[in-house]
């Protein structure tokens, strides 16, 4: 079935650092993917999505790549604040059963 | 625009109790869906909604039901609670099953003590 794989956390980066957070799906047909976020105490907010291959969904400086060949989607952000700690999951929709699967959860602490 | 809204934020049951928890998509939206979020785990699928009909169910026991209103709005109900339900229960909406983008609301916190 279809499923999505994303790196353990926790990961601490200092502020400015260059983060990626790595992800990998599994799916028949043509999923569309996501990266949402997590901030301490609240529900999830969408971050940012592609739906094709070679696509590149952004917001907030983070940005990812629909990877077909790689079945891949990796967060990346160029320099992380203090404010960008939550947890970020990575999702894929699926273009069959439109049934959402997501990733366990990457924690990321950026420190001062 | 009001996002999805959730309510209790908190509840608090013993073991073998009934817990229910409502949801109120975004004017709009008619698909609801619910997800368990237990410590530790990401979040899992358990029921998604729309135009009032079960759409599809994930791999939980009968005793996780729900419904969707005429208004769109959703209930969860949690029959002959156990521990292990103590998780965040998550809402989310979309405008339609085949457009993209889900969003969620606050969540349920429930602990079975």
């Known amino acids: 079935g279809d499923s999505v794989t994303q790196m353990e956390g926790p990961v601490t980066l200092s502020e400015e650092a260059f983060l990626t957070i790595n992800c990998t799906y599994t799916?028949?047909?043509?999923?569309?993917l996501f990266w949402y976020v997590q901030y301490p105490g609240e529900g999830l907010q969408l971050l940012l999505k592609?739906?094709?291959?070679?696509d590149k969904g952004s917001n907030k400086g983070f940005e990812a790549t629909y990877r077909k060949e790689t079945t891949s989607f990796h967060l990346e952000k160029g320099s992380v604040q203090v404010s960008d700690s939550a947890v970020y999951f990575c999702a894929l929709r699926s273009g069959r059963t439109y049934k959402y699967i997501f990733g366990t959860g990457t924690r990321l602490k950026v420190l001062a | 625009e009001a996002g999805v809204t959730q309510s209790p934020t908190h509840l608090i049951k013993t073991r073998g109790q009934q817990a229910t928890l409502r949801c109120s998509p975004i004017?709009?939206?008619?698909?609801v869906y619910w997800y368990q979020q237990a410590l530790g785990l990401g979040l899992q699928f358990l029921l998604w909604?729309?135009?009032?009909?079960?759409?599809n169910r994930g791999n939980f026991p009968p005793r996780f039901s729900g419904r969707q209103f005429p208004n769109y709005s959703s209930e969860l109900n949690v029959n002959a609670l156990e521990l292990e339900d103590s998780a965040l229960y998550l809402c989310a909406s979309s405008l339609e099953p085949h457009t993209d983008t889900q969003y969620f609301g606050p969540g349920t916190r429930l602990t079975v003590l």
């Open positions: 799916a028949t047909g043509y999923p569309s």
């Open positions: 592609a739906t094709k291959a070679d």
């Open positions: 909604y729309d135009e009032g009909e079960e759409r």
């Open positions: 004017s709009g939206h008619t698909s």
